[in-house]
């Protein structure tokens, strides 16, 4: 069976031939029924990459398939069965929330009812209010529910939570749940980390236009190191603590940390020292790696990249980082 989505090898530059190229050589699957989620810094190419997959742009080299077929090229036979939410959805603002969705179930084939829309992301109570007077949240919801109104096989989530109050982001993840335990495959860009690690089946982490990081998010976090921290007790010196499997070293707010791929052993070891003095440990914390983590440590090499000789994007100079076999795939 073909996979709803199929990305080969897509690039896609602004500006002609040898203007910048914002996606470069992403490729990348979604199963059926899989919420496959895009993260990255601003400006990584996740909107540049989705918008391509929602037929709106065509890509400068590689192919892509929404339901075995090219979005852009074959627009009517994909976008009848597709649901896209935008980052910006653009509805005029005098009409109402019921309004407007009828108004987009008029372009829409088997369109649900607008009541069931409204009621699904929670807005049936504002059915009569004007678009302008919703706040930005329930407009985010609105968006929503505009993109779910044809029963689409496939949906894209372009930021679909930015704005939303926690209880509201809940609710949107719980509709998510539901779609995706009917066979919706999702494609989701987020910038909350705890959502992607909520929703996700697999994620990739996006950087300057190329894919650095995929997997399930499980994945994603075990392979970043522990970390262990306290407030040094009063007296001791970084000098005192015990030897073990990494370095100790001292942040600007004066925590002492040390990463480590042995947490178990070494937070043991850690205790054991503690307790032979009768020594307390302020504010002490130990944790496995996380999404946030991985998420983290790329924002970091970007920052380093940027600060670097070969931080411009676009030229010939990119050292290092992200690009082709230079990836750091925990999964592919
Ligand atoms: N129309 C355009 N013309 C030129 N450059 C563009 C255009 N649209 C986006 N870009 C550039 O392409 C790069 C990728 O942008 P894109 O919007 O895809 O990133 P993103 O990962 O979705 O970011 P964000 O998280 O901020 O939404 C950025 O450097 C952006 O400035």
Partial sequence: MVNPIEVAGLSRRYGGPQGFEAVRDVSFTVRGGELFALLGTNG???TSTVEVLEGLARPSAGTVRVLGHD??????????????MLQEGGFPSDLTAAETLRMW???????????EALDLVGLAGRAGVAVK???????????LAAALLGRPAVLFLDEPTTGLDPESRRATWDLVRSLLNEGTTVLLTTHYLEEAAELADRVAIMHAGSIVLSGTPAEIAAAQPSSISFELPVGVTVADLPALSGEWSTGPAGR?????????ADLGALLAWADARDLTLPGLDARSGSLEEAFLA????ERATAAGPAAKRGGTARRGFGRRGDRNEVAA
């Fill in 44 to 46: 990584a190419g996740k």
């Fill in 71 to 84: 979005p852009y090229r074959e627009r009517a036979k994909v976008r009848p069965r597709t649901g896209v």
């Fill in 105 to 115: 179930a008029g372009c829409t084939t088997g369109a649900r009812p607008v009541a």
């Fill in 133 to 143: 007077r919703l706040s930005g949240g329930e407009r985010r919801r609105l968006d």
């Fill in 256 to 264: 002492t940390s040390m990463t480590t791929a042995r947490l178990q």
């Fill in 298 to 301: 790329v924002a970091r090499r």
